[in-house]
């Protein structure tokens, strides 16, 4: 009796396996901590009707809004998502709407000019003097509404192929002022273990000149089951120094993210987030405490906020400058100065990083130095001159 029910459930749970959870009962009993990881990848929406079983009032959007940018959701993401409300900060980053297709004149495909940095028929992008940006795949678990590199990530046209990933390692390998190195994509997470170890072991082997090796991804906070001992046991046996995840609201910090941060943690990485500042998701001062608190008490050093970039149609998350002006200085002070993130712009046409900081130190033109705190009080301060005329 007992083998029989254990057959049946064997037979079904291989039926089941990576089927799309369609039904509110299906993806409330799902537990994606029992299943690997690519198993849960299987199960993932494609597009915003095959949500409309699990979630209430999606907005109806034409099919072709997929000819420019795909739709994928893990089962994991769906299960944060509110059921009713399509102003969730999760519904918000993921979920398509109109408005994305109402594209701006000032809104360009390649907003940071990365193509114009690209090594010669790779996908490296050399902008600063020391360190490059790798992008070694063009698939993401689930895809950002905002993205940046939405004119090439999840277009399977544009899949970073062989021989660009044999002329990034070229290059890699003849520039040796090169000392760090970026792992990006889309989200190299995406790739199995072997294929990103066969990536990070020929960037040992061939480029020993890059001693600062970082892997930037949202696989830990789209599906946190990606981080399994194997692939902890692989960053540490690399040294792999820096991973850099992306979590734009405390809803994302959820337990099992927790656990799996921990783990990662282990192998002696420092974890940093870069989040993106986003309209109706995170632009409030009391959200960001939050996430940026806790962050820090998984072990994860807030790193960057980025401004959204103007890529096509990502009017309506992007915050005025003064926004996040105000924003920062809601954080500054009043919160523990690590989990302060740098605020950055990344420059349209290829500018670069650019911190955004309140003045909270002015020099006047008489020489005067005045320094205002966190709590907006300001005070001329005793500076150098004046300590020596005070020594006299
Ligand atoms: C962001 C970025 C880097 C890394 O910049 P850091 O400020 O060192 O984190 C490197 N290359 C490119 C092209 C980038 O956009
Ligand atoms: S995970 Fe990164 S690369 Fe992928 S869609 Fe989101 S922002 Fe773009």
């Not at 959870?21 to 494609?46: F, G, I, M």
């Not at 993205?147 to 021989?163: E, I, L, P, Q, Y």
């Not at 997470?189 to 970082?214: C, G």
Request: charged fraction near 25%; glycine fraction near 6%; charge should be neutral.
């Amino acid at each position: 009796m007992i083998r029989e029910v254990t057959e049946t459930a064997v037979a079904q749970a291989r039926v089941n396996i990576g089927k799309m959870l369609k039904t509110r009962e299906e993806l409330e009993a799902y537990d994606v901590t029992t299943e690997h990881w690519q198993n849960a990848l299987q199960r993932r929406y494609r597009t915003h009707e095959d949500m409309k079983g699990i979630l209430n009032n999606v907005e109806e959007v034409d099919m072709s809004i997929y000819e420019h940018f795909d739709m994928r959701v893990t089962p994991y993401l769906a299960q944060l998502m509110d059921r009713d409300d399509p102003n969730c900060p999760i519904r918000r980053q993921y979920m398509p709407f109109n408005e994305e297709l109402n594209v701006r004149p000032y809104e360009v495909t390649d907003s940071l000019a990365e193509d114009d940095h690209m090594a010669a028929r790779s996908t490296v992008v050399h902008r600063y003097p020391n360190r490059v940006l790798f992008l070694v795949t063009t698939n993401c678990a689930t895809y950002c509404r905002y993205c940046t590199r939405k004119r090439f990530v999840s277009h399977g046209a544009r899949a970073v192929n062989k021989s660009q990933l044999e002329a990034g390692f070229k290059y890699l390998r003849e520039n040796k002022s090169i000392q760090d190195c970026l792992l990006s994509g889309g989200d190299p997470l995406i790739l199995n273990d072997k294929q990103l170890e066969d990536i990070i072991h020929r960037i040992h082997e061939e480029a020993p000149h890059i001693t600062f090796l970082r892997i930037g991804s949202r696989l830990p906070v789209q599906l946190p089951t990606r981080i399994t001992d194997e692939f902890c046991a692989m960053i540490e046996r690399y040294n792999v120094q820096m991973i850099n995840v992306h979590a734009n609201h405390p809803k994302e910090l959820t337990p099992l993210f927790a656990s799996r941060i921990k783990n990662l943690r282990k192998t002696g990485a420092m974890i940093g987030n870069q989040g993106v500042l986003l309209k109706g998701v995170n632009d409030d001062v009391g959200v960001l405490r939050d996430l940026c608190m806790g962050l820090v008490s998984s072990g994860i050093r807030p790193y960057y906020f980025y401004t959204c970039d103007i890529a096509e149609g990502n009017h309506s998350y992007q915050l005025q400058l003064d926004r996040a002006c105000q924003l920062y200085a809601g954080l500054r002070g009043w919160i523990s100065g690590p989990a302060v993130p740098t605020f950055v712009v990344d420059g349209t046409g290829g500018l670069g990083k650019m911190p955004i900081i309140p003045h909270y130190v002015r020099e006047r033109a008489n020489g005067e130095v005045w320094g205002k705190n966190f709590e907006g009080k300001c005070h001329r301060m005793i500076n150098l001159e004046d300590q020596t005329l005070e020594g006299n």
